[in-house]
Each structure stands twice: as structure tokens, then as C-alpha cells.
């Protein structure tokens, strides 16, 4: 069944169509060019194209299939949410080897975006831990794919945006954890130099670390910010007791454009930024509070009005040092952006996806309140990206232009080839491909 | 408990299954599709953790004859059956189904004649261990007609009146009917429909229909405030009931 409805991305941008849920996705994605699971991409990447304008919405395939506690490979069909995973397996004592930092995504969505986490420098992306994949391709037919058989469909999948085939089920290698607690570092630093430093130096000794900045504090204290650093809690640390689901609070309504004024951020970021005292805090935290600190406010993306926001994520190659990540900010702070979030976190090898986003160096994040001048920003940020080297995350992108983006990825010509070869008449396609690549509105 | 579920792969029957096996039920699925069967058996024992494993067997509300079979074979399996539940059943949109005379057959059919003999097998072999409870989902459109669910209410109706009825003959047996009455709930069977106020979610059916179970009720509606929406709607005067289009 169906009917229409609006389908967009988290930051807003999106169109009217059907979605068409189903528990059944072997037949539900039949000719359809789109899977849609759980619509946290911020951009347009899980929007369908305009003269087509159906998604299979995934969210009721999400039944586990089978689970090896020995080695920890977990099949399931790809609607199965990272929540509900946490749910059942957290009190296990077993986690997904790579999370992102909100768990409403599911597992086809998950190896969509490729995605990374705080422990990138140790795990890579999530791609690195998938067994194998069981898709329908393009021209109808239902593929598995793994490292060895189709090997090029699975590793054009990791990434992929969705554009290769509609994920059905997802096998993949689970991690067995000492308890279900993180044991957690906080630092507040006072400038850029001292937080990539801080940032380097507990890559070394934690596996997961990530760091916030203030991104709208400019000259000598420009880039202080917060350095997150944490591992899990051995059992002799940890409360007895597995976490429990935290309650959410909701923002009820879209609040007005002028709530996320950059005032109005300046004295968030400012006053987020002085509260953390003393300089370093230790403790115990539950999984949910370290990973997924926004999660704990129910439809967030209302905070930025009708109007909507973007995210901008970047890359910048280490091979240009920390130059390039400074080049950036004072880039973004000449343009007045006021971004509530913006994150910091040092990336480690490339994945094995042939689209994948991570490269070793560091990736900045950042919100952008969609207003009149939000793409010639992006635009500004890309020509900067382009020049260091760098690339951007399709997942949280909504406004780059194909020149840019053909420039930023010489990735994409053996992308796709691969994506020829399944597909010739590129029917899977989304607003961004069709932004992008120039596929058939 | 021991629990045998008629439709456990799909929306509200699906989250039933999922809350008994990780509360400690032991399970006997049946459905009409083998594979979807097995799918689902592999989903509960995952997340039942180690225990003895989830029977099935196939059972089709379209043909009769599987009923038997498949009740002795979850008999056999869980030793005693603690309850039988229905979460099966077709569902058109009003529009729909004054388009297609065929699936409206097809509706009545299966949600009445066919629904009503597999709880007649249901009653005898509960009986014949000397009780037990029968909890089958009927829906808050049998309540009373309203225009978006005039035929599909039609066939719940006659369910509900079924199950009322049951409850008066077999409850000193010991048979203990409950007669589900879920309103609007978020599931494959209404993707697509516009989800009015009050909208509920299978995973909150599935905690109030499984206190059901462990301490039965004749009439449950769920979410619970649907009963407040029905009693709310009864009461509406028919000159009402011909203008509103809910």
C-alpha cells in the first residue's frame, strides 16, 4: 500500500512521492530506482528524482537472520535499525564494529554511506566489517556479493549512496566488548594547534576519539574546543547493570530562522565551550551518551526552522598538513557561517569502497542553516577542498555542483563502470545522482 | 507460556512474537509462506537468546483443511498450548474495495468464515486440554461503521460478535476469549493511509496485548486510548456519522 507523501532528508531538502514500506523488500523494490531506510542522510541522497518518485521504505524488513556468537557475523535483513541492534545486543555485550553518531539508521543505510565513527583511526569504516551483501541490481536480478564473488558490485556498494542495487541483507561482523560501558576523557583545549595536537596524541592511546570546536571564535583562540576520547569500560569499571534506553525529549514544533542565529550560536558554542571544568573530565558513560549525544532530542533538525539546514563534510588529505584544516576554518569564519556542530576527527586509511569518504587526514563537519547565501558558501568551501586535496561526504551533502564534485573524486570514473556494468540504464537513481551525475531527472 | 501465533511474521504479530521470545514465551509460529515462516523463527531465536528453538508450520487461512494439521503439530511441539492468537487478516481501503468485487470477497471471507472455523479448531483442541485462552485480533472498525472502513468493519463486526458469543458459551469451560480491538497502529498493512490522531505503534499492541494474555480480558482495545476514541464514536448521533469522513 501507499499514498504521497513528502520524502526528504533530515537537513530538509526534498520532494513529494510515495514511499512504499514493506516488510517484504524481494518484491517491494521491483522496479523501483530508490531504498529509503530511516531518512537520516541530511541531504538529498535518500530522495528519489523527480519523474520517478518512489522509494522502498526498508524500516519493516528487519528481521536478524542468523548470529554466530563464536565469530560474531550477524545477517539481517538491511531495515534492521542500529537501535534496535543496541537494544538486543548491548546487554550481550556485543556492538557493531563501527557506529555513526546517531543509531536511528539501518544496516542497508549503513553500508549506503560507507560510515565512519570515533574509531575510524583504529576500525576503519563500516564497509571493512561487512561479510556480504544480497541485492537486487538493476536490471532486476538478486545478486550476492561479497569480497570474492561479484567483488566489484560489493565494493562499488560500500559508499554507494544506494545507486548500485537495493540493499536487501547485510552480513557482517559484530565486536564482542569487555562490558556494555564506555570509560570517557574530556579536554577542553584553547586553539587549533594544541586540539590537533591533543587530537594525534589520543589516537595513540584510545580507540575512539573525536573533538567539537567552536567554530565561530576567530584569531589566536580560533579552533578551541572539546577533545572526546574514550574506550570501553572493563568489567571491573562498569556498573553491573546494562544501560538503560535513556528517555528523549522531542522539539515539538519547527522553532523560527532566527533561533539559530549566529548570536544565538556564538553564546551556545561560548557557553558549551566555558562549562567544561575542570579542564579534564574522566567517568564512566553509557554507549548511548558517548555516541549518540544528539539523540536525546527527538526530531533535532527542527531547531533550524522551515527553511532547513545543510551539513558540509569535508576531508582534508594529511599529506597538507594541519595548514589546510586552518585554511578551512578561517574560510568558514570569514563567511559569518554559524554552525551549531561542528566536529573534528582524524581519519585513518581509506576504505575498501569504492566511494567511500574517509582518506588519512582530517574531516571537519558542520551544520549550515539553509539561508539565501548557503550555496555560494558550500560553493566557497568546495573550491577549498578541491584545491587541498580533499573530498566531501555524499551522505550529508545537498548543495555541491558536479563540476565540484567530479573534480574532488578521481574515484568516480572506475565507480562507474561498475555501476554501468549492473546497471546500464542507471534506473536506481536519487536526487543527488541526478544533482551529481547527471542522471535522467 | 506456551504461544501459538497465526500471522507472526507480519506488523502487529511480528512484535507480538519478538516481546514473548525475549520475555521467555515459548513459540509455535504458523503462517501460509514456508520461507517468510523461517525467516521469522530465525529472527525470534536470535532474539530469544539460547532456549529451545521456535516450531512452525504452515497453515493457511484460505484453506480449511490446513487447520488441523497445523494446530496438532503445535500441540505436539509446546506439550501444552497456554494460548492461541490470530493476528492474520486481510485489508482493502474502502475505495478499493468497492473497485474489486473480488478481493472484497476475498476479505469477508477470510476475516470472517475463514477466521471463525480456525478459532472453532482453536476452541476444541483448547478445550480438550481443559482450557485455554483464544485471542484473536478483530479491529475497532467493527465497532461501527464508518465510511473509510464499511466492508472491512463489516467482516470485523462479525468477528467481534463471534468471539462475544464465545466468551458467553465456553468461559465456564474454561475457554478465556479475548477479542483485540486494535485502532490505527503503524504497520505494512496501513503504509501508505494518512495515520490519524491517536496513532499507535506494534511494539505498544504488543506490551498491552501480552498482559492480555497473562491476565485475560474479554474486549482489549489498543493503544489504550482507542477505547476513549470508540466509546467517543458510538455515541456520535447518525446525522454525524453520515457527514464525518473519519
Same mark, same amino acid.
Given at each position: ?48 528524482? @523527480? ?138 583545549v584553547a586553539d587549533l594547534d594544541a586540539l590537533l ?20 571564535n576567530?584569531g589566536r583562540g580560533m579552533g578551541r574546543g ?20 535513556? @528517555? ?7 522553532? *523560527? ?97 569504492? @566511494? ?42 545537498? @548543495? ?40 535522467? *531527472? | ?10 506488523? !502487529? ?216 476514541? !470508540? ?16
Amino acid at each position: 500500500m501507499s499514498g504521497r507523501t513528502r520524502i526528504a532528508g533530515w537537513g530538509g531538502v526534498g520532494t513529494v512521492g510515495e514511499q512504499r514500506l514493506s516488510e517484504d523488500l524481494l518484491h517491494a523494490t521491483e522496479g523501483v530506482p530508490l531504498s529509503r531506510g530511516l531518512g537520516r542522510s541530511y541531504g538529498d541522497s535518500a530522495v528519489p528524482p @523527480l519523474s520517478d518518485p518512489v522509494v522502498v521504505g526498508t524500516t519493516l524488513a528487519d528481521r536478524i537472520l542468523s548470529f554466530d556468537a563464536e565469530s560474531g557475523a550477524l545477517r539481517a535483513e538491511s531495515g534492521l535499525s542500529l537501535y534496535e541492534l543496541n537494544r538486543i545486543f548491548l546487554p550481550r555485550r556485543f556492538f557493531v564494529p563501527v557506529t555513526p553518531g546517531t543509531q536511528f539508521v539501518t544496516l542497508g543505510g549503513m553500508v549506503a554511506s560507507d560510515v565512519h565513527g570515533k574509531n575510524h583511526h583504529v576500525e576503519g569504516c563500516f564497509g571493512e566489517h561487512v561479510l556480504a551483501l544480497r541485492m537486487r541490481v538493476g536490471d532486476g536480478r538478486v545478486v550476492d556479493c561479497s569480497p570474492t564473488v561479484h567483488s566489484d558490485l560489493f565494493f562499488a556498494t560500500l559508499g554507494g549512496m544506494g545507486l548500485t542495487g537495493h540493499i536487501l541483507e547485510v552480513t557482517f561482523l559484530m565486536k564482542k566488548i569487555p562490558s556494555s560501558w564506555i570509560y570517557q576523557e574530556t579536554e577542553r583545549v584553547a586553539d587549533l594547534d594544541a586540539l590537533l595536537d591533543a587530537l594525534g596524541e589520543a589516537a595513540r592511546q584510545f580507540p575512539m576519539t573525536v573533538a567539537w570546536i567552536d567554530c565561530l571564535n576567530e584569531g589566536r583562540g580560533m579552533g578551541r574546543g572539546i577533545l572526546y576520547r574514550g574506550r570501553w569500560a572493563t568489567e571491573a569499571e562498569a556498573p553491573k547493570q546494562a544501560p538503560k534506553p535513556k @528517555l528523549r525529549l522531542r522539539v515539538p514544533f519547527q522553532l *523560527p530562522s532566527w533561533a539559530m542565529s549566529t548570536e544565538s550560536v556564538r553564546l551556545f558554542n561560548s557557553a558549551l565551550y566555558h562549562q567544561h571544568i575542570p579542564r579534564v573530565r574522566r567517568g564512566i558513560v553509557s554507549p548511548e551518551e558517548f555516541f549518540y549525544p544528539l539523540d536525546s532530542i527527538r526530531d533535532w533538525n527542527r531547531i533550524y526552522g522551515k527553511q532547513g539546514f545543510t551539513q558540509h563534510q569535508a576531508v582534508l588529505p594529511a599529506s597538507k598538513g594541519r595548514g589546510a584544516v586552518r585554511r578551512f576554518l578561517e574560510l568558514l569564519t570569514s563567511q559569518g557561517g554559524a554552525s551549531f556542530l561542528c566536529v573534528l576527527k582524524d581519519c585513518g586509511k581509506e576504505g575498501r569502497g569504492m @566511494l567511500s569518504f574517509p582518506m588519512p587526514g582530517t574531516s571537519i563537519a558542520l551544520d549550515l542553516a539553509l539561508r539565501d547565501r548557503t550555496q555560494e558558501h558550500i560553493d566557497r568551501l568546495n573550491e577549498l577542498v578541491i584545491r587541498e586535496g580533499g573530498r566531501i561526504y555524499l551522505t550529508k551533502d545537498a @548543495l555541491t555542483r558536479p563540476e565540484h564534485f567530479a573534480q574532488m573524486e578521481p574515484r568516480l570514473a572506475a565507480w562507474q563502470k561498475v555501476r554501468d556494468k549492473w546497471d546500464p540504464d542507471h534506473h536506481l537513481r536519487s536526487a543527488q545522482s541526478v544533482r551529481l551525475l547527471g542522471d535522467k *531527472p | 507460556m506456551n504461544v501459538v501465533i497465526l500471522g507472526a511474521t507480519k506488523g !502487529m504479530g511480528r512484535a507480538l512474537a519478538r516481546l514473548c521470545a525475549e520475555r521467555g514465551d515459548r513459540l509455535f509460529l504458523l503462517g501460509r509462506d514456508a520461507e517468510d515462516l523461517a525467516r521469522s523463527v530465525a529472527d525470534l531465536g536470535v532474539r530469544a537468546g539460547p532456549g529451545p528453538q521456535v516450531g512452525f508450520a504452515q497453515c493457511d487461512l484460505e484453506k480449511t483443511e490446513t487447520f488441523e494439521t497445523a494446530l496438532t503439530a503445535a500441540k505436539q511441539q509446546l506439550g501444552h498450548i497456554d494460548a492461541v492468537v490470530v493476528t492474520a487478516g486481510l485489508f482493502g481501503t474502502q475505495e478499493q474495495l468497492e473497485a474489486d468485487p473480488e478481493l472484497t470477497e476475498r476479505v469477508l471471507r477470510v476475516n470472517f468464515v475463514s477466521t471463525v472455523l480456525f478459532c472453532e479448531a482453536a476452541r476444541k483442541l483448547l478445550l480438550t486440554q481443559g482450557g485455554g485462552t483464544l485471542c484473536v485480533f478483530s479491529s475497532v472498525a467493527g465497532d461501527r461503521a464508518r465510511k473509510p472502513v464499511v466492508l472491512y468493519g463489516a467482516s470485523k463486526a462479525g468477528l467481534s460478535a463471534y468471539l462475544n458469543g464465545l466468551d458467553h458459551k465456553y468461559y465456564s469451560s474454561g475457554l478465556r476469549v479475548i477479542c483485540v480491538r486494535p485502532g490505527f497502529v503503524k504497520t505494512g498493512m496501513t503504509a501508505g493511509l494518512r495515520p490519524p490522531p491517536f496513532a499507535g505503534e506494534p511494539e505498544q499492541v504488543a506490551r498491552e496485548v501480552r498482559a492480555a494474555l497473562l491476565c485475560p480480558r474479554p474486549v482489549v482495545y489498543t493503544p489504550i486510548v482507542w477505547e476513549l476514541v !470508540m466509546t467517543a464514536i458510538s455515541m456520535l448521533p447518525r446525522a454525524v456519522m453520515r457527514r464525518i469522513n473519519f
